[in-house]
């Protein structure tokens, strides 16, 4: 008998002893239990996490800051036990609320620690979504071009070689932007076009209906980009408007962020300032609930720039210095953000 068909009669026995309430109740009893071991295993990390969460703010740093040290520093722990499976999961769990919090040091630190435990593993899917993210797209974020397109490329093959398609869409999309972020020359175009049907390729190849179409929805947001670079403001518009209904549809609040500064950006650059301003805020409301310091950033920079050019100087100081929050111990790449960047710096 196979430990699968032991447990599987085993359950089966209790539940025609006890019934389905005494079944529930033994469930629950594993749960607890379950947890309690969790808590033993790892219980520096609650202690820690618990001092830190309970303690009053520090106004030199931020408690979400010190909460991902201390589980960037209690994976090293685990590493040094080959806890490697351990490390992969929590490291996976935690990869978009870095990402979203804006902690790309802690995100590159971990990532690299997963990294290692996944070639320990020969675990390639985790090897593929590290490289491609959590180190080649975060290193993007703080300014190192090389050794991110380094990590994504490598990714990518990975991604390539276990046929996950969604991951060498994604891979190929990171390129797209970074090679936009160098500049528009012709030749910076053309690549990006390229880097773009290859997503484009790759995302048609996906399984996932719901994968699929996260990937479509992010290829056309892509592709705006390239509209806004053409000074094509109207096309561009239509087409972020559709895909916000269908972003709003999913209450996917991260990624309506993201459309909404766009839009913001479309009329800041058509010079309707006004609706630029309903756009912002109504962007920098989801970047709050979502808690996307990157949207965050771009919503206060186009509302605070918007209000300057508007004369309004008591909402462009409130605006200007929520922005300087969230730059002032942060580095990270605005992309396609350069016109009201270069605004918000002329005026600063």
């Known amino acids: 008998m196979t430990i699968g068909t032991f447990f599987f009669y085993g359950f089966q026995s ?35 996490l618990g001092g830190s969460i309970n303690q009053p703010s520090d106004p030199n740093e931020k408690q979400e800051s010190k909460i991902f040290d201390v589980l960037a520093n209690d994976l090293s722990k685990m590493m040094e036990k080959r806890e490697y499976s351990d490390i992969i999961r929590v490291g996976a769990t935690l990869s978009r609320a870095l990402w979203i919090a804006g902690e790309y040091k802690n995100r590159i630190t971990i990532g690299q620690l997963v990294y290692e435990a996944a070639c320990h593993m020969g675990d390639d899917f985790a090897r593929t979504t590290t490289l491609i993210d959590d180190i080649g797209w ?11 397109k380094a990590n994504i490329t490598m990714g990518i093959k990975y991604a390539e070689k276990i046929g996950k398609n969604y991951w060498c869409a994604k891979g190929y999309r990171h390129l797209f932007n970074i090679e936009l972020s160098l500049g528009y020359s012709k030749d910076n175009i053309k690549n990006a076009h390229d880097y773009l049907k290859l997503a484009y390729k790759a995302a048609l190849e996906i399984t996932s209906v719901d994968g699929k179409q996260e990937m479509i929805n992010g290829i056309d947001y892509d592709k705006i980009e390239l509209l806004v670079i053409e000074k094509k403001y109207e096309e561009a518009n239509e087409k972020a408007l559709e895909i916000l209904e269908q972003y709003l549809a999913r209450k996917d609040n991260e990624r309506a962020a993201k459309l909404y500064s766009l839009l913001g950006k479309l009329s ?81």
């Open 268 to 348: 800041f650059l058509k010079e309707d300032y006004s609706a630029a301003i309903n756009s912002f805020l109504d962007g920098l409301r989801l970047a709050e609930q979502s808690n996307r310091i990157d949207e965050k950033i771009k919503n206060n920079m186009g509302l605070s720039v918007s209000k300057y050019i508007e004369g309004d100087m008591e909402r462009y100081n409130y605006y200007k210095n929520e922005c300087n929050k969230y730059f002032s111990n942060r580095k990270m790449q605005l992309i396609f953000w350069d016109d009201i960047l270069k605004k918000y710096k002329s005026i600063n």
């Open 14 to 48: 209790s539940i025609e002893r006890a019934g389905w309430l005494g079944f529930l109740l033994l469930l629950f009893g594993c749960i607890i239990i379950s947890g309690i071991w969790t808590i033993i295993k790892h219980r520096q990390t609650f202690i820690i």
């Open 138 to 148: 975060t290193y993007y974020q703080i300014d190192n071009v090389v050794t991110a």
